[in-house]
């Protein structure tokens, strides 16, 4: 079966590994599949910690499951190696917080990033799907496109218009968000290059929507 998939090799001859990322709350469900089609995902990874949504109800796991069925298209719930509410104290921040950098080292992490090379090296190309429908409002790309831009994967978040905001770009967009009058930064300032701010900005989203338990109001996919 052809699932039209294109491999790509940077500079040294290796293989380049691609990523997406998506909100669903940006489509309507025929709309979704049709942007999957569009970029020939052929694997959807939830990576919500509940997959059941009761404004999007074509979305809740059963029936998103069928309907991802007769597109031909896989799911895969990795709500527990890759959702947003891990609540063990030990990946938590001192304000009670998820702190991504700690939950990223995890063994469960690892688990879930394994299975993604593993279904790459059979050809799938995948999504990391959640709820929210910017990627800055997310942890699909705050935590795990962070990470997974660090170990060389193409990170590309499909937005509401259907076009893609790669990781780079949306490191720009904190960059802007938390330290927009960088450029006027002194030699004789903190002397911080954008990489130390970038690594800043990540923490700073972290902490506004790193999931607290008694948040529960607050959307976290």
Do not use: W
Request: hydrophobic share 35%; proline share 1%.
């Amino acid at each position: 079966m052809n699932y039209g998939i294109i491999i790509l090799f940077d500079i040294r001859g290796e293989i380049l590994k691609n990523i997406y990322t998506i909100g669903y709350t940006a489509f309507k469900i025929d709309e979704f599949i049709s942007i999957l089609k569009r970029y020939n995902i052929t694997c959807v990874v939830d990576v919500r910690s509940l997959a059941y949504s009761q404004h999007y109800p074509d979305y809740n796991k059963e029936v998103f499951k069928q309907v991802l069925k007769s597109n031909v298209i896989v799911y895969r719930n990795y709500s527990a190696e890759f959702g947003a509410r891990q609540t063990e104290k030990c990946y938590l921040s001192p304000k009670g917080y998820l702190d991504f950098n700690k939950y990223v080292k995890s063994d469960r992490f690892e688990s879930g990033y394994k299975k993604i090379l593993t279904g790459i090296d059979r050809g799938y190309t995948f999504v990391l799907m959640c709820a929210e429908t910017d990627p800055i409002d997310c942890h699909r790309s705050i935590m795990l496109g962070r990470e997974f831009y660090k170990r060389g994967f193409e990170v590309k978040n499909i937005l509401k218009s259907g076009e893609i905001l790669l990781q780079g770009e949306l490191e720009e967009r904190l960059l802007d968000k938390y330290f927009s009058t960088r450029d006027q930064f002194s030699i004789f300032d903190d002397n911080k290059d954008d990489v130390q701010l970038i690594e800043e900005a990540y923490d700073l989203r972290n902490e506004e929507i790193g999931y607290k338990e008694e948040s529960e109001s607050i959307n976290y996919g």
